[in-house]
């Protein structure tokens, strides 16, 4: 077992709420790929569908095998900054920037389907390491934040008040901002549209993980941990699955 010694009097409401930042870092961008990603790649870039289904459900068996490595790492992990913090800095400003570049493919790359094709696999499976990298210790911090049932169950609901409020706002904005037809032209044939969507909703994205930061910055410090979990047979476990 882990020993932390905060507990959920220590751990504000205010506090949570700026956790809770973490659900519209990862709601902009998921949201964003999940609900645009296949309209600009086979619309605005004419990439097959078939071909953009297959790039984007390969990171999703990458998950499968990321997350619980991205887990075991954060567990073990020792540093002046805490087991979560250097995680969720590198992580989230990456998942920013391979958000981005989601959006912005260049000329030389829309030459062809095949070229697309590889950029879109190479991009999200970078963005999906990079939001592995952020979220799974993002989650686990909440649970060290407060470690009585009260005070995680509110931590809880905070976070998916936010991650609601997050999942709402953020495709509409994009819809009335980004995605309005003009002069007869579809909006979502316009390539720029869609690069402009990802540069404004990229730096969002990077704010919030920065806001995280700042607001549990008194979290991000050295935990102890016993040695029956400094060794773990992680892989052994792992393949047993």
């Not at 709420?17 to 990862?26: L, R």
């Amino acid at each position: 077992m882990t020993e932390i010694k905060n507990n959920s009097n220590q751990c504000s409401t205010f506090k949570m709420c700026g956790y809770s930042f973490g659900e519209c870092a990862n709601s902009l961008v998921m949201n964003s790929i999940n609900g645009f990603a296949m309209l600009y790649y086979t619309e605005a870039l004419g990439l097959s569908p078939s071909l953009a289904g297959i790039a984007m459900s390969l990171a999703v068996f990458w998950d499968a095998l990321s997350d619980p490595i991205m887990g075991h790492v954060s567990d073990n992990t020792r540093s002046r900054f805490g087991r979560r913090h250097p995680y969720m800095l590198v992580g989230g400003l990456l998942m920013a920037l391979c958000f981005y570049f989601i959006w912005a493919v260049p000329e030389t790359m829309r030459g062809s389907e095949n070229t697309i094709f590889w950029y879109l696999v190479t991009f999200n499976i970078l963005l999906r390491t990079s939001l592995t990298v952020f979220f799974v210790p993002y989650v686990a911090l909440g649970f060290e934040m407060c470690t009585d049932y009260e005070g995680r169950s509110k931590l809880q609901g905070i976070r998916w008040g936010f991650n609601m409020a997050a999942n709402l706002a953020g495709p509409a904005m994009a819809w009335f901002f980004f995605f309005q037809d003009k002069d007869g032209v579809r909006a979502t044939d316009v390539p720029q549209n869609f690069l402009n969507m990802g540069a404004v909703f990229a730096v969002g994205t990077a704010i919030f993980v920065l806001l995280i930061l700042y607001f549990t910055r008194t979290y991000a410090k050295e935990v102890n941990v016993k040695n029956d979990l400094e060794k773990p047979a992680f892989m052994k476990t792992f393949l047993r699955i």
